[in-house]
């Protein structure tokens, strides 16, 4: 009962980690305008992986997606990988666990395999949170850089007098949702490993025991009488030799020449 829990909530976790995942790649705040020291309040600015975005004081937005590949910078790219990795890694570990869910039966799979399916879409789960946490932390410090080298080409003019207006972008909403979603990710994986163990059929080991079936100790006469049978009383059983009926006792003791044949 346990291990299904496990394997069912690390499941719902991930579920709830990928979707997130999936929710801050496609939102547009990855980055927001820094309104401290900023005259013009008119017009809001934000961006995000795929476009940037321009909000008026009358609510008023309008969007414009980046039509260029090569012209953008390398860790804007190189974090796009990372999220799209993310997503795909996911979507594969999600279905392959649904099929290794203990309380689903498809056919006559053992349990062997569903722990093999569980430990893959835990491995999958894992790999998939670790490239959502490492997408959003790279392009969260591509914002400090950017940000305290803005910060200090404000100051430049006039030996520090004279402030200039320039654009400064702070942390968005789609990084706290993409770190909360890929640590869920991260912690749904473990989970299915956890699981994994679990569902793994135990090695049982068996006492070898000997054993040898009686045989019918049968003898007949010439004719076709039967003597003795090994079933019945306790009587030693006779076994008819040169002729004449003797116990095993005595031909044991008393070989006879068809003993040496």
Known sequence: MAVTACQGLGFVVSLIGIAGVIAATCMDQWSTQDLYNNPVTAVFNYQGLWRSCVRESSGFTECRGYFTLLGLPAMLQAVRALMVVGIVLGA?????????????????????AKANMTLTSGIMFIISGICAIAGVSVFANMLVTNFWMSTANMYTGMGGMVQTVQTRYTFGSALFVGWVAGGLTLIGGVMMCIACRGLAPE???????????????????????????????????????????????????HPSKYDYV
Do not use: W
């Open 203 to 253: 090695e049982t080991n068996y006492k070898t025991v000997s054993y040898h079936a009686s045989g019918h100790n049968v003898a007949y006469k010439p004719g076709g009488f039967k003597a003795s049978t090994g079933f019945g009383s306790n009587t030693k059983n006779k076994k008819i030799y040169g002729g004449g009926a003797r116990t095993e006792d005595e031909v044991q003791s």
């Open 92 to 112: 594969i570990g999600l279905l392959v666990s649904i099929f290794a869910l203990k309380c689903i039966r498809i056919g006559n799979m053992e349990d062997s």
